[in-house]
């Protein structure tokens, strides 16, 4: 990854964080981005969990990569999040790239790079560095939390463990724990990346080269997963590139191969290989009812936090029955929880893109938590 990231809004969190590594960090930046105004009554506040391979800038160009920010769909004036009327707060997660503290960040012990010195991160980890943003940002409750895949999962970790600093939440295509077929996955990505003679055991940078070959790999095999095979087919079929017939090579012949190497290489141009290690570790790691010994019942016990759980017909990668296993443990909790499957071909990525039944639900479900929020203070 070659973009400078010294310019963008950075907090230094100066409170000591214990990691569930056990080790202890403190004085880190943390990079954030803010969209719309904070009233004066505070209560319009929208904490935004980014995925996998996203940042802080949900909405709006990105000034490091000059391109549309990865929820452009979702957030912005007028839009389903509706930046005119809430105010919008997105992290990039301990482990990123974007700025905040991670992999490729400088060790001030040694002057270069952390590399694998960086100590493995959880899901948890993330949530608690994010929640410092809310003291420096003068919030007390927020009315919403939000995301999608691992931002989902940022979101049932922030309730379970701040079970009071949000009014309402938002999970979108997750689940409490990853399944043995996203731990393949996300092996068969982390394998790629070390594979690459140019990764270096982690030491790339130090050695000023990138392990561009095995990342887009990596790229290319999670992008597979956030399609759906009906999707695959109707946009690509068994379609050639610009041929008339098989070139007999190894070259890209069919467009949906093209399309993936396309995927691959742009994706290293944004993005630090080992943070991909990372942050895919944490996806693995993450499981709610381990963390909990009362597992989901102790996890979301206590939650007066409003519920609103998506999920979209097509995702295999996270299928409609993990995303009703969530609301089966919260409706069992006693939460306040309600449900909606969308009916799409667009596969796990339908939360990304202009899907109108999705942007119409999250709207009425964060509209109406406004009214609520508003009136229960008055109270």
């Known amino acids: 990854m070659n973009y400078k990231t010294e310019n963008i809004k950075k907090l230094i969190v100066s409170k000591p964080l214990l990691l569930d590594c056990k080790q202890t960090i403190k004085d880190f930046p943390l990079a954030y981005e803010t969209f719309g105004k904070l009233n004066e009554s505070r209560d319009n506040a929208i904490l935004v969990f980014h995925a996998l391979t996203g940042d802080q800038f949900v909405s709006g160009k990105n000034p490091i990569t000059k391109k549309e920010g990865w929820w452009i769909t979702a957030v912005g004036p007028g839009k389903a999040i509706d930046t005119d009327k809430y105010f919008v707060i997105c992290a990039n997660v301990i482990g990123g790239c974007m700025g905040s503290w991670g992999p490729k960040e400088i060790d001030k012990k040694t002057n270069e790079s952390y590399g694998l010195n960086f100590p493995v991160i959880t899901i948890r980890d993330m949530v608690k560095a994010q929640e410092t943003l809310l003291d420096y940002l003068g919030i007390k409750k927020l ?49 790629a990346i070390m594979a690459d003679p140019a990764w270096e055991n982690g030491n790339y940078l130090k050695k000023n080269i990138l392990p561009k070959s095995g990342l887009a790999v990596a790229r290319m095999a999670g992008h597979i997963s956030y399609l759906s095979e009906k999707g695959l087919q109707e946009k690509f079929g068994r379609k050639l590139q610009e041929k008339a017939d098989y070139e007999f090579s190894f070259d890209a012949d069919f467009q949906v191969e093209s399309y993936l190497r396309h995927q691959g290489y742009t994706f290293v141009e944004r993005f630090d290989a080992n943070s991909y290690l990372y942050i895919t570790r944490a996806m693995d790691y993450f499981d709610l009812s381990k963390q909990f010994k009362g597992g989901l019942l102790e996890a979301f016990g206590n939650q007066k936090t409003k519920f609103l759980v998506i999920s979209f017909s097509s995702d295999w990668l996270y299928p409609t029955k993990e995303n009703k296993d969530i609301v089966i443990a919260l409706n069992a909790s006693g939460a306040d929880v309600s449900f909606s499957e969308i009916k799409t071909d667009t596969g796990h990525d339908s939360f990304l893109i202009n899907e109108p039944e999705f942007l119409k639900t999250i709207k009425g479900f964060i509209d109406s938590m406004y009214i609520k929020f508003k009136n229960e203070k008055r109270i």
């Open 143 to 191: 009315l919403c939390v939000t995301g999608g895949s691992m931002g989902g999962m940022q979101s049932l970790e922030f309730c379970a463990t701040f079970p009071n600093k949000t009014f309402s939440a938002v999970p979108i295509a997750c689940s409490t724990n990853h399944s043995a077929q996203n731990i393949a996955l996300n092996e068969l990505a982390r394998q």
